[in-house]
């Protein structure tokens, strides 16, 4: 009697995952892109500024003709750019440094490729009685695909 139980539950256990389970079959899709090209036409350029004995804020609007201006190139379908960085530091040969951020760019940084003349603004802090020198610092531009 206890080889026919023991029977019985190896039986039923080893055809319980027949009797119970279910296959259903699934898709896979891609869909490839044309590569985005981004051109820099122009860079962001504070101008010449004034040392002084207070801090002055510089703001370069996105329509301004400091604003750096770039090409978008890749399918024409929707996009958003924007600045990567929230903020960056122009620096001199001494290592001085001014702080740029408050980023800005063109259409709210939405829009139908390809683009040209996507503008970037931003704000330079330039600090009271900051040495003269040309500063330079770098920044990321970037676009994706919706």
């Known amino acids: 009697m206890k080889k026919i139980l023991l029977l019985f539950i190896a039986t039923l256990l080893l055809t319980s995952g027949i009797?119970?389970?279910?296959?259903?079959?699934?898709?896979?899709?891609?869909?490839?892109?044309?590569?985005?090209?981004?051109?820099?036409?122009?860079?962001?350029?504070?101008?010449?500024?004034?040392?002084?004995n207070v801090d002055q804020s510089i703001v370069v609007s996105v329509d301004s003709p400091g604003?750096?201006?770039?090409?978008?190139?890749?399918?024409?379908?929707t996009v958003t750019w924007d600045v990567v960085e929230a903020n960056i530091q122009m620096i001199d040969t001494g290592g001085n440094s001014i702080v740029v951020d408050t980023f800005t760019v063109t259409g709210g940084g939405t829009g139908i490729l390809p683009q040209t003349n996507v503008g970037v603004g931003g704000v330079a802090h330039v600090n009271a009685n900051q040495p003269s020198?040309?500063?330079?610092?770098?920044?990321?531009?970037?676009?994706?695909?919706n």
Request: proline residues 0%; negative net charge.
């Open 19 to 52: 009797l119970y389970g279910a296959d259903e079959t699934f898709n896979a899709t891609i869909t490839i892109r044309q590569a985005i090209v981004i051109t820099e036409t122009k860079a962001l350029e504070f101008g010449d500024v004034i040392s002084s």
């Open 67 to 77: 604003a750096a201006r770039f090409d978008i190139v890749g399918e024409a379908i």
């Open 133 to 145: 020198g040309d500063y330079v610092g770098t920044a990321t531009f970037s676009v994706l695909y």
